[in-house]
């Protein structure tokens, strides 16, 4: 049973330059969330899936933020125009129903 | 709303000697779970445990052990003959649950270092 993958797990960027994280979830599991985690915090929601309509964005999702889960597997967050502030561990989970959520590794950014 | 204070933001302890690591939550709703999870230096988040809101039965996992309170609206870890292993930070979360799925609010995490 593979668990959640995550691709790249480092990312280092330019201001204002667009990136995109990949999300593999467990292959059974219907729901896909993302997370994002700033030095010394816990993570901290930002949208979550179910198959392939999204079905919730937290305020911290802005404009530049968009995420997609086509055909109700894979799943991928594309940052815009980064800033500084975008520097953080992107954190992605999947569950199957309302069962406990299983996290991958991260993908860790950093915006020059 | 939801809220998990983890009030502890830095620990340090010789090794061997026991750890216990806090947790306050806040919440209205009467069914929710209570989570830890570990997270060392790579990053990762390890599961190790969920508790929902109707046991209160305290747990033991080997040199684990887990507190939790409705009273005092409390989730606490206990290390016993802690280890350098046990170095990481360690994060409480409540799960609610909310438009259809479990919404997880995580603390800021309690550091734990171990020291040899």
């Known amino acids: 049973d593979t668990g959640v993958s995550q691709d790249p797990r480092h990312k280092i960027t330019k201001r204002g330059q667009n990136v995109t994280f990949r999300c593999d979830p467990i292959?059974?599991?219907?729901?896909l969330y993302w997370y994002r985690q700033t030095l010394g915090q816990g993570p901290e929601f930002l949208t979550y899936?179910?198959?392939?309509?999204?079905?919730?964005k937290s305020r911290l999702l802005s404009d530049r933020f968009s995420a997609e889960r086509p055909k109700g597997s894979f799943s991928t967050l594309e940052i815009q125009r980064t800033e500084q502030g975008d520097s953080a561990m992107y954190l992605c989970?999947?569950?199957?129903?309302?069962?406990?959520?299983?996290f991958g590794p991260g993908t860790r950014l950093l915006v020059l | 709303a939801q809220k998990v204070t983890q009030a502890q933001t830095e620990i340090s302890v010789v090794e061997k000697e026991d750890v216990t690591l806090d947790c306050v939550y806040e919440?209205?709703?009467?069914?929710?779970?209570l989570f830890w999870y570990k997270q060392p230096p790579s990053g990762e988040l390890v599961f190790l445990i969920r508790?929902?809101?109707?046991?209160?039965q305290n747990e033991i996992s080997g040199r684990y052990s887990w507190n939790f309170q409705k009273s005092t609206s409390s989730f606490n870890f206990t290390i016993t003959a802690s280890q350098v292993v046990d170095s990481a930070v360690y994060f409480c979360?409540?799960?609610?649950?909310?438009?259809?799925?479990?919404?997880?609010?995580f603390g800021t995490g309690t550091k734990l270092q171990v020291i040899p």
């Open positions: 508790r929902n809101s109707f046991d209160e």
């Open positions: 919440t209205r709703d009467t069914t929710y779970y």
């Open positions: 292959s059974e599991h219907n729901r």
């Open positions: 979360a409540l799960s609610l649950y909310s438009g259809g799925y479990q919404k997880v609010t």
């Open positions: 899936f179910q198959n392939e309509a999204q079905l919730e």
């Open positions: 989970a999947s569950s199957f129903g309302g069962d406990r959520q299983y």
